[in-house]
């Protein structure tokens, strides 16, 4: 058997996909690959996340790592160059940037563990949520993404971090939008 999924929908475009499919008898996702990770919520969770529920489709989320800047590597515009991702993550390195890595550093000496760790399991432990997309570079990458799949964070580890990468009016940071 074979499945399909879509990437890069709003909201609106997958719920349409999704009731033309079954009006018109043809295959219809079963996954979506939306971006998603604590800084990129918006999108996802205002106008993805709802169509996802209701048609009980799995979540594969990409750039789970914000390029690399939930991984603490990032943390000034002097760091920009430490990889080359530096130029994608520039658009974070603002307060609510600066506030989710507190959280994340805050977490990840609560548990031990590292900034990538502690956002890949915030990611997991989100209900809609299938699993993350993050690639690794090295074998000490590799080992990050591993030991996040055991970490299991506690409510008010998940709930500091959620509050942390809220978006509120003074943010200097925008909702990102899906593509059409």
Same mark, same amino acid.
């Given at each position: /058997? ?6 890069? =929908? ?15 008898? !043809? ?6 690959? $939306? ?8 999108? =996802?969770?205002?106008?993805?996340? $709802?169509?996802? @529920?209701?048609? #009980?489709?799995?979540?594969?989320? =990409? ?13 000034? @515009?002097?760091?920009? &160059?430490?990889? $080359?991702?530096?130029q994608m993550v520039k658009k974070y390195l603002n307060a609510r940037g600066f506030r989710i890595l507190h959280a994340l550093d805050k977490v990840a000496s609560q548990y031990n ?10 990611? /997991? ?18 080992? #990050? ?8 964070? #506690? $409510? &008010? &580890?998940?709930?500091? !971090? ?18 059409d």
């Amino acid at each position: /058997m074979r499945f399909i999924g879509a990437s890069n =929908y709003s909201g609106q475009r997958l719920a349409e996909a999704l009731q033309l499919s079954q009006q018109k008898g !043809l295959a219809s996702y079963q996954t979506l690959q $939306p971006e998603y990770n604590l800084y990129d919520r918006f999108a =996802y969770e205002s106008h993805l996340e $709802p169509v996802c @529920q209701k048609h #009980d489709l799995g979540v594969i989320c =990409y750039f789970s790592l914000a390029s690399g800047f939930l991984s603490g590597k990032y943390r000034s @515009q002097a760091d920009l &160059s430490k990889g $080359p991702r530096g130029q994608m993550v520039k658009k974070y390195l603002n307060a609510r940037g600066f506030r989710i890595l507190h959280a994340l550093d805050k977490v990840a000496s609560q548990y031990n563990a590292t900034p990538t760790q502690v956002a890949l399991a915030w990611v /997991m432990a989100r209900p809609s949520i299938t699993a993350p997309i993050a690639s690794a570079t090295n074998l000490q990458q590799l080992d #990050d993404l591993v030991q996040s799949a055991r970490l299991k964070l #506690d $409510p &008010s &580890s998940i709930e500091l !971090l959620t509050e942390a990468s809220a978006q509120s009016p003074g943010d200097e940071s925008q909702p990102s939008a899906a593509a059409d």
